[in-house]
């Protein structure tokens, strides 16, 4: 289990900025997630922690230990591919024997230690098959099981679930989760499914245009986020445009939106009155409103619902600002189009981000 | 950020890779570029001085003129005919779905398995004045008298021969092209509300179009520039004899070269014209995925009708075969249909024979070295070009891939000339320049077969195996060698098996009978009087097993990706 940095990575492809310039501490046992729509240079980060590709400038390091320039393979990482990468000329128990036949593990420990991986990840009764004849789930695992065997430093797990079917996906979270808790390893996730991110990381860094945007834990990235571009990549939101109006003293900021005043029981750092901000509020934050709330109250028209189920989402408008609600257990109170009802949001669940970040 | 640095994120660049590099370039430097250029600037130069005086000569010269017309009209002719058989065959044979159609496939690549100008051995006893077909024709009374089938000149027959030899390339260019498109490009034409006339007008055709150019090409180069069938059948004037009868007077007199460079600028031409047709537009359709089935069951009488043609055409096709075989077997074979009397003696003459054992034991020795060769330059270059990011990767592929534009005529004219006086030179042995020749000219093919192994190879399964901690060399052993195994056999046995049946460059390079390989003895044992034809046929037949087996051989490893290897 080691710790692992990269300082100021940059990589260049001819002249296209793939990373630029990222900075990251992911700590021994941690689970990191790397999020980011596609092309933002998630994958390519995980290609130079495994080795695949030498930064252009900057450091990658394990612990204290520089290794921008060694070999893939004397890097000692588990890594689980795209595409799971298991040979088909070799059986399954091949497959997850390999490393440690490279790493002249005796033989008797070998095949208790391919034994041992197999059953972890429950596929002890496919070691005779080819990898063609195992589902995608399957597979799956035993690329897991081909990385773990060896006791990597690292394991390295590139958007290993995006092949998956919908329910099959669910399921490996939660079996990637409980692996990496019993193995307690250190473990860099690469994904662009931000539920996946959300649902498995103890961390996790967002990225976009080859840059990290923010790291941090999965609560604070989805109540706190740093930008409009971080508050639409988790999660759904609203984002309300506005002037600050007033500052209260270490507390409450006060916007003028077009639907009204909205408090933000969050300050940013430097806020001032006058200040371009955009207020983001998850749909769900909204509730109808009751008669004892008194501050963040709209009022807005219906315009559609679309039922799912355990919530019901609502289309709202007031003049040219559109909201997206969602109410859950909506079996009780139903809006319907055409109304016009009045919405609260707790002032927790305003939060302020700068006006016209990152909204690429 | 430096230059240096710039041409380092562009190119994996190390110093052993680079020196790989450079003797590859060195390799098509000497035995591709040097005789090539030599052969333009004899052609070009006289004394040192730019001359156009041989090309004048050409232009001016009747018989010049009409050897270049014969040649070019051969092309055509052959090219037309095989378009004919083929097209029609492929577009059944991949549309409808019927019993025995395997073996239908299967039967229509046999004539592949021997070269025409052994074919024409046996043909020139069926098709003579006095041959098997005039005599039965005449004994069922449908002539009175014998017909002169090849017209004087022979035209007719070597393009029939060239043209029944080489119509399973067009075939399998054109099949495999079919097949690569995509049905539901034509569902969509048809939802759409295409005829089904007009939906093979403007989808099927120009997407088959480019592999309909690539088969194209290969049967007008091979007919173009073919030498041994003209002069078994004794037509001599085409641009290849001619080549041919100005070896032994290379070095007094330049108008070899200037029809080496002819020969060369034509077939770089039409190689150059087809590569624009097929350029960039064969993978487009390749994306996979769920791909339905186009086949569709045949009715009775359209089944009916393509087993009618086929077999049709795989008879005739095979005509030279029997004719050979027949031939192989004959003692007296006077003025009558079928052989009046037959012997086994002239294969036993093949194993006794002070010629024919050693070319076949040369043969063996050439094909295996230069197959070897193909082998190591193949793999390397498909690793290369398939794995490393390298300066000037496509014109390396392109260099590499140039020898099918480039007739082995050519290059052997060009050898003669260029190591005269060296060590290798072909007139004291000239097994390495054979060896050479014939793997620069298969090499296409091992490449395009290595090629295809590692592009279907996915990348990640080098990067699992680095991953886990193998280097890279117990990688290529481990994971690569193993995945591209089927696919380089398949290279291998086809380059070994056109080696064996190289017939222009053999005919050139091999100067004295002791290094003459199979092919030349072959030519050789036919001008003995008596039996020259019978034991010719003998050894014709030996080298049609040899290819046939190689051939099945290389089918099963490759399936039906047999195809994409006759492509240019």
């Not at chain 1, 990575?9 to 990222?22: C, H, N, P, W």
């Not at chain 1, 999660?235 to 003028?256: I, Q």
């Not at chain 2, 487009?284 to 339905?292: C, D, Q, T």
């Not at chain 2, 087993?307 to 008879?315: P, S, T």
Request: hydrophobic share 50%.
């Amino acid at each position: 289990m080691v710790s692992v940095h990269l300082r100021n990575a940059t990589k260049l492809f001819g002249s296209a900025v793939a990373v630029d310039s990222v900075t990251l501490d992911v700590e021994a046992g941690e689970l990191f997630f790397l999020l980011g729509p596609s092309g933002c240079g998630k994958t390519t980060c995980l290609r130079m922690i495994a080795g695949f590709y030498e930064p252009t400038s900057g450091d990658v390091l394990f612990g204290d230990r520089v290794v921008s320039r060694v070999s893939p393979h004397k890097r000692n990482t588990g890594m689980v591919f795209q595409n799971y990468a298991l040979w088909p000329h070799l059986t399954v128990y091949q497959n997850v024997e390999y490393g440690l036949d490279v790493r002249r593990v005796p033989s008797t420990e070998r095949r208790e230690r391919v034994e041992r991986a197999l059953s972890v990840v429950h596929m002890a009764d496919h070691a005779k098959k080819s990898p063609n004849q195992l589902s995608g789930g399957q597979q799956q695992r035993i690329a897991l099981a081909r990385a773990l065997v060896i006791e990597p430093d690292v394991l390295l797990l590139d958007e290993p679930l995006s092949n998956l079917d919908a329910k099959l996906r669910i399921e490996m979270r939660q079996e990637i989760r409980r692996l990496h808790q019993e193995v307690g390893i250190t473990a860099i996730y690469v994904t662009h499914d931000q539920s996946e991110a959300l649902s498995m990381a103890d961390r996790l860094a967002i990225m976009h245009q080859g840059r990290i945007v923010q790291i941090g834990t999965p609560r604070e990235m989805y109540t706190g986020p740093a930008s409009e571009f971080v508050a639409q990549f988790i999660g759904e939101t609203n984002l309300l445009p506005g002037r600050v109006v007033e500052v209260g003293d270490g507390g409450p900021v006060t916007v003028e939106t077009p639907l009204g005043r909205l408090t933000s029981a969050h300050s940013p750092r430097g806020i001032a009155v006058g200040d371009p901000v955009k207020c983001s509020v998850r749909p769900e934050a909204f509730v109808p409103a009751g008669t004892n709330d008194g501050v963040n109250r709209l009022t807005v028209t219906v315009e559609s619902s679309m039922y799912l189920g355990a919530v019901e989402e609502f289309r709202l408008r007031s003049g040219d600002t559109a909201l997206t609600v969602s109410l859950h257990n909506p079996g009780h109170r139903v809006f319907t189009a055409g109304d016009t009802v009045v919405l609260a949001v707790d002032p927790v669940d305003v939060v302020l981000v700068p006006s016209g970040s990152g909204a690429a | 950020m430096s230059r240096a640095s710039g041409w380092r994120s562009r190119y994996d660049a190390s110093p052993g890779t680079l020196a790989v590099l450079a003797a590859i370039w060195a390799f098509f430097a000497l035995f591709l570029a040097y005789p090539l250029a030599r052969s333009v600037y004899q052609a070009f130069f006289i004394d040192g001085r730019f001359s156009l005086t041989f090309f004048r000569l050409i232009a001016t010269s009747p018989v010049q003129q009409q050897c270049v017309l014969n040649s070019l009209n051969l092309g055509i002719a052959a090219t037309v005919l095989t378009t004919l058989v083929a097209l029609p065959l492929a577009y059944a044979m991949t549309n409808f779905r019927f019993r025995g159609k395997v073996i239908l496939q299967a039967l229509l690549l046999v004539p592949m398995v021997m070269p025409p100008f052994v074919g024409a051995i046996g043909m020139r006893q069926f098709f003579a004045r006095f041959g098997s077909v005039n005599l039965l024709l005449m004994k069922l009374g449908v002539i009175q008298e014998p017909v002169d089938w090849f017209g004087g000149a022979g035209f007719l027959g070597v393009v029939i021969l060239e043209a029944l030899h080489l119509y399973p390339i067009m075939y399998l260019n054109v099949a495999a092209a079919l097949a690569n498109v995509d049905p539901s490009l034509e569902e969509a034409a048809q939802n759409l509300g295409a005829s089904r006339w007009r939906l093979f007008r403007t989808v099927t055709l120009p997407l088959v179009l480019p592999g309909y150019f690539a088969g194209a090409v290969i049967v007008f180069i091979w007919a173009f520039t073919d030498l041994g069938t003209p002069l078994i059948l004794h037509y001599r004037n085409v641009v290849a004899v001619q080549i041919f009868e100005k070896i032994g007077d290379q070095n007094v007199n330049p108008m070899g070269y200037a029809l080496v460079v002819l020969v060369a600028a034509f077939t770089l031409l039409f190689f150059y014209l087809a590569k624009r047709h097929v350029g960039g537009q064969r993978y487009e359709m390749l994306s996979r995925g769920h791909v339905a089935d186009r086949e569709r069951p045949a009715s009775r009488p359209v089944a009916i009708g393509i087993y009618v043609c086929a077999l049709a055409v795989i008879g005739v096709a095979l005509l030279p075969h029997i004719s050979v075989l027949l031939s192989s077997v004959t003692d007296r074979w006077f003025m009558t249909v079928l052989p009046s009397e037959t012997t086994w003696a002239h294969y036993g003459q093949v194993f006794s024979h002070e010629l024919t054992l050693p070319s076949i034991k040369n043969s063996l020795l050439y094909s295996s070295l230069s197959t070897m060769l193909d082998m190591v330059l193949a793999l390397t270059l498909a690793y290369l070009l398939t794995r490393k990011r390298i300066p000037g990767g496509w014109l390396l592929d392109a260099t590499a891939m140039l020898p099918l534009a480039l007739p082995g005529l050519v290059l052997a004219f060009g050898y003669v000339g260029c190591f005269a006086g060296w060590g290798i030179d072909p007139r004291r042995d000239p097994t390495v320049l054979l060896v050479i020749a014939y793997a620069v000219r298969r090499l296409p093919y091992a490449l395009r077969a290595a090629y295809a192994g590692f592009q279907q190879t996915s990348i990640t399964l080098e990067e699992a195996s680095l991953n886990l901690g193998a280097g890279p060399i117990r990688t290529l052993r481990r994971v690569t060698l193993p995945l591209v195994a089927a696919n380089l056999v398949a290279g291998a046995i086809l380059a070994f098996s056109f080696a064996m049946l190289e017939v222009s460059d053999s005919l050139i390079l091999a100067m004295r009978e002791r290094h003459y390989p199979i092919t030349k003895a072959i030519l050789s044992v036919l001008q003995r009087p008596v039996d020259g034809p019978y034991v010719a046929s003998a050894m014709g037949v030996l080298g049609m097993v040899l290819l046939t087996v190689s051939l099945v051989a290389a089918g099963t490893f490759l399936g039906k990706r047999m195809g994409e290897l006759f492509r240019a």
